[in-house]
C-alpha cells in the first residue's frame, strides 16, 4: 500500500490501513536515515490502550524517558543508558492507542553541541536543536508526529528550518514528568506535524479544547525585527499576501521588547541550567562540551540578577497580554532566517524565546517559498488560547497554500 506520511492521511485511514502501514515506514527510514541521522534508535513499542491515535506511529527526543528504549540525552557519556519508566507524554500517547517508534536525536543535554541530524530539506545544513532530530524524522516522511521540547527556541526553531509545523503550547499545559530538565522555568513540550492541520487533529485527540477562533483584526510585530534579508522579504510578503486575502492586520510594535526579553530570558536559562547541572558539571567537568561553560557562567550570576530578570518577564507579561486582549493573535518571524549552513550551529532562538518566558501558545507554521530553504510563520496568542492559536495557524495556512498556486 501507499506509504502514509502526514497525521491527516493516518487519521483518515482504517485501523487495518494504519497497520499495515507501519512497515512502509520502517523501510523509509531505514533507507533515508542513513544520511540524515534522525534517529537514535528503531524499536516500535506497542499501544497500551485505544483511541484516535490507534496504530498511528510517533517519535520522542532522546532526553524523555521511555521504559526499555534508550534515554541518552544527546550525551557520549550515558551512551546504553536504557529508560526504566515512560514519562507522563508518553505513557498519554500509548494510551490513547500510538505506536512509540523510537527515539530521536537531540543536542546533548537539549543544549547547544549538535548532534548528528542533517537537515532533510538540504544535507548540507543543521535541521537546528535541540529538537533535531524530531523535526528531520517528521520532515522526511519518516513519522507523523515527534515530540520535543523548548527551553528556548528548540521546537519553533527547527520546525522553520525543516518546513514542517511546531507547536509549544502553554507553559504547564503538558506535564514535564520524566523530561529532563533544563531551565525548569521555560522547559515546555511541544510537537511536531506536517501541517496545522495535522497539530489541530493531534490538540483534538489528545481531547484539549479546539474551538476558540474569531473573526477579528490579528497583529503582526512592526518595525520588523532585526532578521536576516531572506526571512525579512518572506514576512513581509506573508503579510501582504493575507492582507490581499482579506486578514485584517494590525501593526505591534513590539520589536524592542521582544530583544529584551531574549536577554532576559537567556539570563533566566543560564542560571537555572547551572542550579540544576552543578552537580553533573562537578562529576563530569568538561566532558559535558559546552553545557559545561554554561554552568560556569550561569554559576557566576548573581541571584539578584536572577530575581530582576524573573520580575522584568512577568513586567512584560502584563504588557503583552494587554495587546492580546485587542489583537488575539500575533504574527513574529519563527527564526531569524534559513537554516545555517554545516552543523556547528543549531541556530538563533531569538524569534521564540520572548515567547517561551512569556509561556505563551506559540506555533511555526511553513511560508510558501518555492524552491529555496525553508522559512517559518510564528504566530503567538494569550496563555491559555492554545485553541485559538491552532485554529488561526489552519486558516492562515491555508490562504497561504491558496495564494501559492
Request: a negative charge.
Amino acid at each position: 500500500m501507499p506509504r502514509l506520511t502526514t497525521l491527516s492521511e493516518w487519521m483518515r485511514a482504517s485501523r487495518q490501513d494504519r497497520e499495515q502501514a507501519l512497515q512502509p515506514i520502517l523501510d523509509h527510514i531505514q533507507a533515508t536515515d542513513t544520511s540524515i541521522h534522525a534517529w537514535v534508535q528503531v524499536s516500535p513499542q506497542q499501544p497500551t490502550g485505544e483511541g484516535m491515535l490507534s496504530k498511528i506511529p510517533f517519535a520522542a527526543k532522546d532526553i524523555i524517558e521511555t521504559r526499555g528504549l534508550c534515554t541518552e540525552y544527546g550525551s557520549p557519556i550515558y551512551a546504553g543508558r536504557i529508560g526504566t519508566s515512560d514519562a507522563s507524554i508518553i505513557r498519554e500517547l500509548r494510551h490513547r492507542g500510538a505506536i512509540l517508534l523510537g527515539k530521536t536525536q537531540t543536542t546533548a543535554f537539549a543544549y547547544r553541541t549538535p548532534a548528528p541530524t542533517r537537515n532533510p530539506r538540504n544535507l548540507a545544513h543543521t535541521p537546528g536543536g535541540s529538537s533535531s532530530g524530531s523535526a528531520a524524522a517528521v520532515a522526511a516522511g519518516m513519522v507523523p508526529l515527534a515530540l520535543g521540547t523548548q527551553t528556548l527556541g528548540s521546537v519553533l526553531r527547527p520546525a522553520s528550518y525543516c518546513g514542517v509545523t511546531g507547536f509549544k503550547p502553554t507553559h504547564g499545559l503538558i506535564p514535564m514528568e520524566g523530561v529532563l530538565p533544563f531551565a525548569k522555568s521555560l522547559d515546555t513540550l511541544g510537537f511536531f506535524t506536517h501541517t496545522p492541520a495535522d497539530m489541530l487533529l493531534l490538540w483534538e485527540a489528545l481531547e484539549h479544547p479546539v474551538h476558540g477562533i474569531e473573526d477579528c483584526a490579528i497583529g503582526a510585530v512592526e518595525p520588523a525585527p532585526d532578521v536576516e534579508p531572506e526571512m525579512a522579504a518572506a514576512f513581509q510578503q506573508v503579510l501582504g499576501e493575507l492582507g490581499r486575502a482579506g486578514v485584517v492586520i494590525n501593526a505591534v510594535d513590539i520589536a524592542g521588547l521582544l530583544a529584551s526579553l531574549h536577554e532576559a530570558t537567556t539570563t533566566v536559562m543560564s542560571y537555572e541550567a547551572a542550579q540544576f547541572h552543578e552537580q553533573r558539571f562537578n562529576e563530569y567537568g568538561s566532558r559535558l562540551d559546552l553545557l559545561a561553560d554554561l554552568v560556569r557562567e550561569g554559576l557566576a550570576i548573581p541571584a539578584d540578577t536572577y530575581a530582576d530578570a524573573k520580575r522584568y518577564i512577568i513586567e512584560c507579561g502584563a504588557k503583552v497580554e494587554a495587546l492580546f486582549a485587542a489583537t488575539p493573535v500575533i504574527l513574529v518571524p519563527a527564526a531569524t532566517g534559513p537554516a545555517p549552513e554545516g552543523l556547528a550551529s543549531t541556530g538563533d532562538a531569538r524569534m521564540n524565546s520572548p515567547w517561551t518566558a512569556l509561556g505563551t501558545p506559540a506555533i511555526s507554521i511553513p511560508m510558501p517559498v518555492g524552491e529555496a530553504l525553508p522559512l517559518g510563520l510564528q504566530l503567538t496568542g494569550a496563555r491559555g488560547r492554545d485553541a485559538a492559536v491552532l485554529r488561526w495557524a489552519v486558516r492562515l495556512h491555508g490562504l497561504l497554500d491558496e495564494s501559492s498556486r
